[in-house]
């Protein structure tokens, strides 16, 4: 099992930012592929940023790429997001999760473990 539990979120305007963290108990996080997905209001959960369990792969969707980056610490058993000039269409729930991959996957059903979810909102 692994638990995970995300921090950072809040209110931002359009052009700040904001660090998201995501902190995992339980079995060895170095192991997991971590990733990034958010789900604005009235809508389906959808891929942001993901990061292989060595670091060394990352993705992003093409929505945020050039301004979101995705890192992790391994030692610290956390994953980072920064989020940098922020947008109203940024506005979600985030929520980081684990793949027991040895790639960097977008897709979210390969996902088996996730957090509750922290409120990103972007004010024009």
């Known amino acids: 099992q692994v638990q995970l539990v995300e921090s950072g979120g809040g209110l931002v305007q359009a052009g700040g930012s904001l660090r998201l963290s995501c902190v995992a108990t339980?079995?060895?996080?170095?192991?997991?592929?971590m990733g990034w997905f958010r789900q604005p209001p009235g809508k389906e959960r959808e891929f942001v940023a993901v990061?292989?369990?060595?670091?060394?792969?990352?993705n992003y969707a093409d929505s945020v790429k050039g301004r979101f980056t995705i890192s992790r610490d391994n030692a610290k058993n956390t994953v980072y997001l920064q989020m940098n000039s922020l947008k109203p269409e940024d506005t979600a729930v985030y929520f980081c999760?684990?793949?027991?991959?040895?790639?960097?996957?977008?897709?979210?059903?390969?996902?088996?473990?996730w957090g509750q979810g922290t409120q990103v909102t972007v004010s024009s």
């Open positions: 339980g079995r060895t996080f170095s192991s997991y592929a």
């Open positions: 990061i292989s369990w060595s670091g060394r792969s990352t």
């Open positions: 999760a684990a793949a027991a991959t040895g790639w960097a996957p977008e897709d979210l059903g390969l996902y088996g473990y």
